[in-house]
């Protein structure tokens, strides 16, 4: 079956540090892969897509690269915020199945 | 404004009293589905809907109901709810991709504590 395998949190970073959460995935297929984020006391969010190998998924500072060949999409930013602060979580959905399978979420904290 | 919309947002309850937990979308999406998120076990998917009175289980479904009359209302029905089914609920709505796969939007979550 699928799977996704994140790097277990917290991860604390001090403002404007370079942060890297490791996402790695087990599928069949050919999947879709996706980060989610959770804020404090709200539901999950799109944060990035891709969708094909090589494609690069971005959004508000965050990137994170289809990797094939390593099966990983690693979410990087280079510079953290104190309000990056969230729960962020590695997703797939493969082609034809609309079932999302999720990593375990890694929490992020980011001090002044 | 696209969303999904779910209510109550915070519920106490006692054992053995049926509750229903609301959920709609205005976004037209055929695939709607039911998670529970618990502490070191992430997100798990309860029930999924693919359209109209098509429902299936997903991986926790054990203690919990679905009905999807309307495409847009997706309520999760729990008949005698016991204290393990304390947990925040999540609902979602999919739009497939460009690619494959799907996309899914998210409700902003049900805290409910079962005493």
């Known amino acids: ?112 | 404004e696209a969303q999904v919309t779910q209510n109550p947002r915070y519920l106490i309850t006692v054992t053995g009293k049926k509750l229903t937990v609301t959920c709609s979308q205005n976004m037209n999406h055929e695939y709607m589905s039911w998670y529970r998120q618990d502490p070191g076990l992430g997100l798990r998917q309860i029930y999924y809907s693919m359209n109209v009175e098509v429902t299936d289980k997903g991986d926790v479904p054990e203690g919990y109901k679905v009905s999807r009359k309307e495409k847009r209302n997706f309520p999760l029905i729990l008949e005698s709810p016991s204290p393990n089914q304390t947990s925040l609920y999540f609902c979602a709505s999919s739009l497939s991709i460009q690619g494959g796969g799907y996309e899914q939007y998210f409700g902003p979550g049900t805290r409910l504590t079962v005493t």
Request: charged share 20%.
């Open chain 1, 1 to 112: 079956g699928n799977s996704v395998t994140q790097m277990e949190g917290p991860v604390t970073l001090s403002e404007e540090a370079f942060l890297t959460i490791n996402c790695t995935y087990t599928a069949t297929g050919y999947p879709s892969l996706f980060w989610y984020v959770q804020y404090p006391g709200e539901g999950l969010q799109l944060l990035l897509k891709a969708t094909k190998a090589d494609d690069k998924g971005s959004n508000k500072g965050f990137e994170a690269t289809y990797r094939k060949e390593t099966t990983s999409f690693h979410l990087e930013k280079g510079s953290v915020q104190v309000s990056d602060s969230a729960v962020y979580f590695c997703a797939l959905s493969e082609r034809g199945y609309s079932t999302l399978t999720f990593g375990k979420g890694t929490m992020l904290l980011v001090s002044p």
